[in-house]
């Protein structure tokens, strides 16, 4: 009996020993899972906070600090994918892209059509191809018929039937899109280049300031329809005009177009800022244009007295064809003064041409669609500055004094 009492305690005692010394284990692994568990809850909580958070942003809050400075409809996109912009690089489908030209890069667009091939192709070579990016619109759907020249394959082309350089500008250079770009040509097809150099044209422009500006008109060989376009043979920008008599006469006190702050609409070349600007102000469906020339120095960034020059150091030579709704009959058989010869059609071509007979009437249809289309813009213009109570007119003051 006393050896079973001794060996039951002897056990008793082991097992005490045994408790004890697992005890500490036992503790240790306590405190570390209890440590690690106010670590993962403290996680849990932060990530679970931050998904509300989202959540209730996203449905309760319209707008917060972070989603303000993204474009609209990117909010449910992490941020590091968002591209804002693009540009009208052509990329290759095969192979390893070249690397992009590092430089600061124009773009040059041109409205077309295949009767002046021969002197766009005069105009396009002027522009070198490591500081311009050239983009057609043909308006006339003959795109293949360019093809044989040299640059054509790098150019962008764009096709629509009888639509001007207003209506593709609209639709295929929005800011964004252009927005690499430094300076945007927008260009007649019926332009003279001999005596300009893109360089030193862009030189004079960025030591001016001009975020708004045309070459000058050689008066000599071109169609001139305002004073203020006419080449300077004494300077190498001018902002202003001076016509004394008549009912728009011009003055060292005239303050608005077309006397000063103004540029025509054949051969504007527009700055990054100014550009951002006109897009706006073109009208999506009002196609030709008329009436934005006396408009743009609202897009000058500033002064437009200042802003907007004409350079007279780098000149070109107007033209003045009728292409839009055909030429003219004596355009198409004949050389006209200061004029590039039409390039001969092929037979296909000569197919989709339009008839003489035709011809007049189209262009009288153009010009009379032009008229009407300037008064409505007028009235746009109006209308919107009567009902814009936060607008206040820049130039108002200036021109009452």
Same mark, same amino acid.
């Given at each position: 009996?006393?050896?079973?009492?001794?060996?039951?305690?002897?056990?008793?005692?082991?097992?005490?020993?045994?408790?004890?010394?697992?005890?500490?284990?036992?503790?240790?692994?306590?405190?570390?899972?209890?440590?690690?568990?106010?670590?993962?809850?403290?996680?849990?909580?932060?990530?679970?906070?931050?998904?509300?958070?989202?959540?209730?942003?996203?449905?309760?809050?319209?707008?917060?600090?972070?989603?303000?400075?993204?474009?609209?409809?990117?909010?449910?996109?992490?941020?590091?994918?968002?591209?804002?912009?693009?540009?009208?690089?052509?990329?290759?489908?095969?192979?390893?892209?070249?690397?992009?030209?590092?430089?600061?890069?124009?773009?040059?667009?041109?409205?077309?059509?295949? /009767?002046?091939?021969?002197?766009?192709?005069?105009?396009?070579?002027?522009?070198?191809?490591?500081?311009?990016?050239?983009?057609?619109?043909?308006?006339?759907?003959?795109?293949?018929?360019?093809?044989?020249?040299?640059?054509?394959?790098?150019?962008?082309?764009?096709?629509?039937?009888?639509?001007?350089?207003? %209506?593709? $500008?609209?639709?295929?250079?929005?800011?964004?899109?252009?927005?690499?770009?430094?300076?945007?040509?927008?260009?007649?097809?019926?332009?003279?280049?001999?005596?300009?150099?893109? /360089? /030193?044209?862009?030189?004079?422009?960025?030591?001016?300031?001009?975020?708004?500006?045309?070459?000058?008109?050689?008066?000599?060989?071109?169609?001139?329809?305002?004073?203020?376009?006419? /080449?300077? +043979?004494?300077? +190498?920008?001018?902002?202003?005009?001076?016509?004394?008599?008549?009912?728009?006469?011009?003055? $060292?006190?005239?303050?608005?177009?077309?006397?000063?702050?103004?540029?025509?609409?054949?051969?504007?070349?527009?700055?990054?800022?100014? %550009? +951002?600007?006109?897009?706006?102000?073109?009208?999506?469906?009002?196609?030709?244009?008329?009436?934005?020339?006396?408009?743009?120095?609202?897009?000058?960034?500033?002064?437009?007295?200042?802003?907007?020059?004409?350079?007279?150091?780098?000149?070109?030579?107007?033209?003045?064809?009728?292409?839009?709704?055909?030429?003219?009959?004596?355009?198409?058989?004949?050389?006209?003064?200061?004029? $590039?010869?039409?390039?001969?059609?092929?037979?296909?071509?000569? $197919?989709?041409?339009?008839?003489?007979?035709?011809?007049?009437?189209?262009?009288?249809?153009?010009?009379?669609?032009?008229?009407?289309?300037?008064?409505?813009?007028?009235?746009?213009?109006?209308?919107?500055?009567?009902?814009?109570?936060?607008?206040?007119?820049?130039?108002?003051?200036?021109?009452?004094?």
């Amino acid at each position: 009996m006393k050896t079973s009492n001794r060996l039951s305690l002897l056990a008793d005692s082991k097992s005490r020993r045994s408790c004890l010394c697992y005890l500490p284990t036992a503790s240790l692994l306590c405190i570390v899972f209890f440590i690690g568990s106010m670590f993962v809850t403290t996680d849990f909580k932060e990530r679970f906070t931050r998904w509300r958070m989202v959540d209730n942003v996203l449905i309760t809050e319209p707008i917060t600090c972070e989603n303000q400075c993204r474009p609209q409809g990117s909010e449910a996109l992490p941020k590091g994918i968002v591209v804002r912009t693009s540009n009208l690089e052509l990329r290759p489908l095969w192979g390893s892209p070249k690397k992009r030209n590092s430089k600061s890069m124009s773009l040059l667009t041109i409205a077309v059509g295949v /009767r002046q091939k021969e002197n766009v192709d005069k105009m396009v070579k002027k522009f070198p191809s490591s500081d311009f990016v050239v983009m057609l619109f043909h308006y006339d759907g003959l795109v293949d018929e360019w093809r044989d020249l040299e640059w054509s394959p790098r150019a962008v082309h764009i096709s629509a039937i009888d639509q001007t350089k207003w %209506w593709f $500008a609209k639709r295929f250079l929005h800011p964004d899109i252009v927005s690499e770009y430094d300076y945007i040509f927008l260009w007649d097809e019926d332009l003279g280049v001999e005596n300009f150099n893109p /360089r /030193r044209y862009l030189s004079i422009v960025k030591q001016e300031r001009l975020e708004i500006s045309q070459p000058a008109l050689d008066v000599a060989k071109s169609e001139v329809h305002h004073q203020i376009t006419a /080449r300077g +043979r004494r300077s +190498r920008v001018h902002r202003r005009t001076y016509k004394v008599g008549g009912g728009n006469g011009c003055d $060292a006190n005239s303050t608005a177009p077309p006397c000063t702050g103004w540029v025509e609409m054949m051969a504007p070349v527009f700055s990054r800022a100014s %550009w +951002r600007c006109t897009w706006y102000m073109i009208q999506n469906d009002l196609i030709h244009g008329w009436g934005l020339d006396f408009q743009l120095g609202y897009c000058a960034q500033g002064d437009r007295t200042k802003n907007i020059g004409v350079v007279d150091a780098e000149y070109i030579v107007h033209q003045g064809l009728p292409t839009l709704g055909g030429l003219e009959e004596n355009t198409t058989t004949a050389e006209a003064p200061g004029q $590039a010869s039409p390039t001969k059609l092929s037979p296909n071509m000569e $197919a989709q041409a339009p008839s003489h007979s035709h011809v007049n009437a189209d262009r009288f249809a153009v010009r009379k669609r032009s008229y009407v289309e300037l008064d409505i813009f007028k009235k746009r213009w109006k209308k919107a500055v009567q009902e814009d109570e936060c607008w206040i007119d820049p130039f108002q003051q200036t021109e009452k004094q």
